[in-house]
């Protein structure tokens, strides 16, 4: 069992930078692969970034490529998502997610999702 907590949404223009966070409890952190999805209302979920579970390998959306940035700290059993030159188009709630594997990648089929933290974007 894996409880996912995100954090740092909000409001932010158009160009700004906006950080999340995504506090893990429950089994050892280090173990799973871990996402960020996001969901616009109207809109299918839609993958964001993942990053594996030591942290050696990051896949990103082609549409985040070269914006966002995901990390984790197992020590502190948290991942972040660092997003930069943000665009309307990146509005959404933004989920956290995790799996008992090494990567996430082509999957949305995770083990545990956090409740989401909206992050909206104005232009």
């Known amino acids: 069992q894996v409880h996912l907590v995100e954090s740092g949404g909000g409001l932010v223009q158009a160009g700004g930078s906006l950080r999340l966070s995504c506090a893990a409890s429950g089994r050892t952190f280090s173990t799973y692969a871990m996402g960020w999805f996001r969901q616009d209302p109207g809109k299918e979920r839609e993958f964001v970034a993942a990053?594996?579970?030591?942290?050696?390998?990051?896949y990103y959306a082609e549409s985040v490529k070269a914006r966002f940035t995901i990390s984790r700290d197992n020590a502190k059993n948290t991942m972040y998502l660092q997003m930069n030159s943000l665009k309307p188009e990146d509005t959404g709630v933004y989920y956290c997610?995790?799996?008992?594997?090494?990567?996430?990648?082509?999957?949305?089929?995770?083990?545990?999702w956090g409740k989401g933290t909206l992050v909206t974007v104005s232009s």
């Open positions: 997610a995790t799996k008992l594997a090494t990567m996430i990648k082509d999957d949305y089929a995770m083990d545990y």
């Open positions: 990053i594996s579970r030591a942290g050696v390998y990051t």
